[in-house]
């Protein structure tokens, strides 16, 4: 884990042309994206890669690692869970997953553009001509010391996407080994439902617990009630969930 250090981030929302301002307080988020390996040794499955990050992993998968992670080490267990339905305990010391502001605050480390260095140098893409998601570690990382959080594959986090079209979509972020460097950017935002799974999606754990009960570092249960509640039309380029 790496020490990020407050500060203020900008998030955009191309599609609902929205900008905000995010002002977070120190956290905690992983070097490396969980790997297979670590998924293997924390929920007893196979791991035919260990070093890989570990993908076809849904949101709620995500979220009972986090648990499992906590347990372990004797945290505080961050989320509860009630079938689909998941509680983050904001107090909690455990591991989670980042918010979307922590993700690209984290992501950034200081940088302002569209990456914070060389894409080639720092991100497995397209370019790179995998098939697959490569080992961590094996691009440059930002001043943060975080390695592949743009390229190889996305990152779950724990904000909704859109609630007022998704529903319960949950919001990825960074971009995959094989997108197109348009793509892979430090503000793209794309997300799934909790249970979707795809073989260029992860995760990367965070921590961190604060004293506000219902919000949390660019989160709010009250603003994802009111996000939902939105009525109109849709946003130019956006399709609705069937």
């Not at 070093?51 to 949101?59: G, Q, Y």
Request: proline share 6%; glycine share 10%.
């Amino acid at each position: 884990m790496a020490r990020i250090e407050a500060g203020t981030v900008a998030l955009h929302d191309a599609r609902r042309k929205r900008r905000w301002s995010v002002e977070l307080e120190p956290f905690e988020m992983g070097v490396f994206a969980v790997t297979q390996e670590q998924l293997a040794e924390l929920l007893g499955e196979s791991a035919t890669h260990p070093r890989r990050p570990a993908t076809e992993v849904s949101w709620l998968r995500a979220i009972r690692f986090c648990n499992a992670a906590s347990e372990w080490e004797g945290l505080d267990p961050v989320y509860t869970l009630d079938g689909e339905e998941v509680t983050w305990h904001v107090d909690a010391d455990g591991y989670r997953l980042p918010t979307e502001a922590e993700w690209e605050h984290a992501c950034r480390a200081g940088s302002t553009g569209a990456h914070y260095g060389p894409l080639a140098e720092v991100a497995w893409t397209s370019a790179d001509g995998v098939t697959a998601p490569q080992n961590v570690g094996g691009k440059l990382p930002n001043l943060n010391g975080l390695f592949d959080t743009l390229g190889n594959v996305w990152e779950w986090c724990w904000d909704l996407l859109d609630p007022a079209r998704y529903d319960d979509y949950r919001v990825f972020r960074g971009g995959g080994f094989a997108d197109e460097s348009w793509s892979v950017r430090a503000s793209t935002r794309r997300g799934g439902a909790p249970r979707m799974h795809h073989d260029d999606v992860g995760f990367r754990v965070a921590r961190g617990g604060f004293e506000t009960p219902d919000a949390a570092q660019g989160w709010s249960a009250q603003a994802d009630l009111e996000r939902a509640a939105v009525d109109g039309p849709l946003p130019s380029g956006w399709t609705p969930r069937a």
